[in-house]
């Protein structure tokens, strides 16, 4: 279509050309096909008049001048167009990918649209430069053809031509350049939700997995365990997760069964850094059970200041020998509370106070950040367990709360009506952790432990 305008520039201007000085003069004008535009057509050399070119030969000149530039021109436009189809077809992988459906493409990064950036912001950059460079130049050949042809006019079919054509590419391309901003703005947004979406089903799984681990028991419920340790060696033994924080008072309960003999071992103990014996019970030998707190010196050498029925009978003592008998094969209940003030301390067997005493450390305040112990005595922080004091039966209920609990509330939990879990530790299956053959089973309900006793 170029070259058909070319050509009707050569005829507008051989007929003016037919009124001016030169009538012998005449043009034959052949409409040229766009390859013959593309590779150029050569014309004649016309003779030259006193070394000047005429007006008629300046003007062919420009418009051959002009049609090379219009092929040019025509040339950079496909290869633009080309790229605004790579770049649509690259956006319609990009939405293949986001929908799951294209196959799997390698993640290497390569950029499979050649020099064509990625981003279609510089892609739109890029083709606004080249439109301004066109405009830039078709503006240059009309003010050279005014310049040069100042008797000549161009015909304006062919200017309105060229600006209507630009005008139509122009608008072509910003109507390319807005579907690629929607498309790119699309795809983003679907791209975030999608990550939203997988982000809160994997949240969704993830805490579903946390709620399966935590009532992951072999138990009716997470209380309803026992540790069983049948053998009396210095590696059976359970530990408690929890360790406990400072204290001025507490209360300690638990369900246990023994008949070993003698001496039914170390039911608990409770070690911290500089202190093995912080809180320790312990049936040792042929000796009464006795509760040792803040022991430096290991209880065990001081029966002999002791009197019966845990009367203390010397100030500021850190064992006391309590009024207690379970070796005999059966369930049975114990709790024992303590506070800093003078030491003041209970003992209670099956919901029965059974005794009751004074200045068992006191004024001492519990360490916190040490190690719990289930059925062995330790010498160090958690370790150095002697055989001789282990614990030979079974443990279940093992709660400590950082009060001492009214004598009601001992009473409904040994008889089972009331379950009152620990607030320091609480008897809880994921917070025991048995080693060296001790084990985990289903407890006997509070009720047949009851109906043992």
Same mark, same amino acid.
């Given at each position: ?45 016309? @003779? ?181 340790? @049948? ?91 309590? @009024? ?130």
């Amino acid at each position: 279509m170029l070259a058909l305008l070319a050509a009707g520039v050569v005829l507008a201007v051989a007929a003016g050309a037919q009124d001016g000085p030169a009538p012998s003069n005449r043009f034959v004008c052949t409409a040229l096909p766009p390859e013959a535009a593309r590779a150029g057509c050569p014309l004649p050399a016309m @003779p030259m008049q006193g070394g000047a070119l005429s007006p008629e030969e300046e003007l062919r000149a420009a418009v051959l001048q002009l049609r090379e530039t219009v092929v040019q021109q025509k040339e950079t436009l496909g290869s633009q167009r080309e790229a605004i189809r790579e770049l649509t077809a690259k956006l319609a992988r990009c939405e293949g990918l986001a929908g799951g459906k294209a196959p799997g493409r390698a993640a290497s990064g390569k950029d499979t649209m050649g020099d064509l950036p990625r981003d279609p912001g510089h892609v739109v950059e890029q083709l606004s430069r080249s439109l301004q460079t066109l405009k830039d130049r078709l503006e240059s050949l009309e003010h050279q053809l005014r310049a040069n042809v100042s008797n000549a006019v161009l015909p304006g079919d062919f200017r309105e031509v060229l600006q209507r054509r630009l005008g139509e590419l122009e608008r072509q391309l910003l109507r390319k350049v807005a579907e690629l901003e929607d498309e790119k703005s699309l795809l983003h947004n679907e791209t975030s939700a999608h990550r939203q979406k997988t982000e809160s089903a994997l949240n969704a799984l993830l805490q579903r997995v946390t709620e399966l681990e935590r009532g992951n028991s072999a138990f009716k419920s997470p209380d309803a365990f026992k540790v069983s340790l @049948p053998l009396r060696t210095n590696y059976l033994y359970g530990k408690i997760k929890k360790t406990l924080p400072e204290l001025y008072a507490f209360t300690i309960c638990l369900w246990l069964r023994s008949s070993a003999s003698p001496g039914i071992g170390t039911p608990f103990s409770y070690a911290v850094p500089g202190q093995a014996n912080e809180i320790v019970l312990i049936e040792w030998g042929n000796n009464p059970i006795e509760l040792l707190i803040n022991d430096k010196e290991h209880g065990l050498l001081k029966r002999s200041a002791l009197g019966v029925c845990g009367t203390l009978l010397q100030p500021h003592l850190n064992v006391a020998q309590l @009024p207690l008998f379970v070796s005999d094969g059966k369930w049975h209940h114990i709790c024992v509370t303590w506070t800093t003030r003078d030491g003041m301390w209970e003992a209670f067997q099956d919901g029965e106070k059974l005794g009751t005493g004074e200045n068992l450390a006191p004024w001492h305040p519990i360490k916190p950040g040490g190690v719990l112990i289930l059925g062995q005595e330790q010498d160090t922080v958690g370790g150095r367990f002697d055989a001789t004091q282990a614990f030979v039966g079974e443990l279940s209920q093992f709660n400590i709360w950082d009060r001492v609990l009214r004598a009601q509330e001992i009473i409904n939990i040994a008889n089972c009506s009331t379950n009152m879990p620990g607030n320091i530790i609480p008897w809880v299956d994921n917070n025991v952790d048995v080693f060296g053959g001790a084990s985990k089973w289903p407890v006997e309900t509070c009720e047949e432990r009851l109906l043992d006793l």
